[in-house]
């Protein structure tokens, strides 16, 4: 948006220069204009349009008194009152003001001809001024949002609602169920393996002969570790699916075994049997080598993508 040409230039202008413009819009308003007007005439601010505004009033005023003053020295040497010096001074001041009024300066001039004048109709008087009106641009309204008790999220008619987070369950009483469990699992495989040849060994020959080590411990640490690790592997879900399903299947049998080992000691014992069968024996001699086998297959398949 351009600024309009005034006294021949589109820039802003001072005060002084925007009167000459500002006293045609005044005369033909018949008022003073409002300074929303002044500011879209002249593409200025309010302040300027303030002082513009101000200085066209104080005109208005000063041209205001000194035509009621003229008028009332024509009215007077019109009805006889003035000398003829006074009555054509006045007309010359009005004939040759450019602010006054047309019927005045039409007054004077019949006057300076000698042209009996008609009555004087009562000059208009500018109005009061009117308040400035609001800035163009309203202030934006402030309002206190009212807050929101709930926000729900909007989704397709048909997709279903993700269910509300629930809490995690609490796991320490699987210690209390661990603890007896334990006991029991590994008494019954130490024993077994007693039954089966596994017994006090010494790993480090030569190199420290001193230590010893009971080898039935090595049936309820494989079997049943390897049976809680697949079991958690299966139901974490967190695993691609040949891991998962080889998981299963292990952590099923690894449980499966390790409850008929538990079952073929007690019944052994119960027996009387100080040495158990050799198809036994040949199982439980497995076990080592097949948990190892089974924990290396399930440690590969959770890191390979299906």
């Known amino acids: 948006m351009t600024a309009p040409a005034i006294n021949g230039t589109k ?19 018949g008022g ?47 009805t006889g009152g003035a000398t003829d010096a006074d009555v054509a001074d006045a007309a010359r001041r009005v004939a040759a003001d450019p602010t006054a009024p047309g019927y005045l300066r039409e007054t004077a001039r ?48 048909d997709t279903p609602a993700p269910p509300a987070p629930a ?3 609490v796991v320490w009483p699987v210690v209390l169920l661990a603890l007896p469990a ?6 019954g495989w130490v024993g077994l393996g007693g039954l089966t040849g596994f017994g006090i060994v010494h790993p480090l020959p030569g190199i420290w002969d001193s230590f010893s080590i009971n080898s039935a411990i090595t049936l309820p640490i494989g079997v ?13 879900g967190r695993v691609p699916e040949r891991a998962r399903r080889f998981a299963k299947w292990s952590a099923l049998g690894s449980l499966a075994i390790g409850a008929l080992g538990q079952v073929a000691y007690h019944l052994l014992e119960a027996a009387g049997v100080t040495s158990a ?3 036994i024996t040949t199982a439980v001699a497995c076990l080592p080598v097949a948990v190892l086998g089974m924990g290396a297959a399930l440690a590969h398949l959770v890191r390979t993508h299906d």
Not at 133 to 147: C, F, L, Q, Y
Not at 182 to 187: G, Y
Request: proline share 16%.
């Open 32 to 78: 003073p204009p409002s300074r929303n007007r002044l500011m879209r005439e002249f593409r200025i601010g309010a302040p300027k349009a303030d002082e513009l505004r101000a200085r066209l009033i104080a005109e208005a005023e000063t041209v205001r008194e000194r035509l009621a003053a003229q008028e009332y020295n024509l009215v007077r040497g019109g």
């Open 110 to 157: 019949d006057l300076l001809a000698g042209v009996a004048p008609d009555p004087l109709p009562t000059p208009v008087m500018p109005e009061p001024t009117p308040p400035a009106e609001p800035d163009p641009i309203p202030a934006p309204e402030i309002s206190t949002a009212e807050p929101v008790a709930e926000v729900t999220p909007v989704s397709h008619p």
């Open 224 to 236: 049943e570790t390897y049976g809680a690790y697949a079991l958690y592997v299966w139901l974490s």
């Open 167 to 169: 809490r995690s369950a």
């Open 182 to 187: 334990f006991v029991a699992i590994w008494s």
């Open 11 to 29: 820039y802003p202008q001072p005060v002084d220069e925007l009167l000459p413009a500002a006293r045609l819009l005044f005369v033909k308003l």
């Open 277 to 279: 069968p050799w198809w």
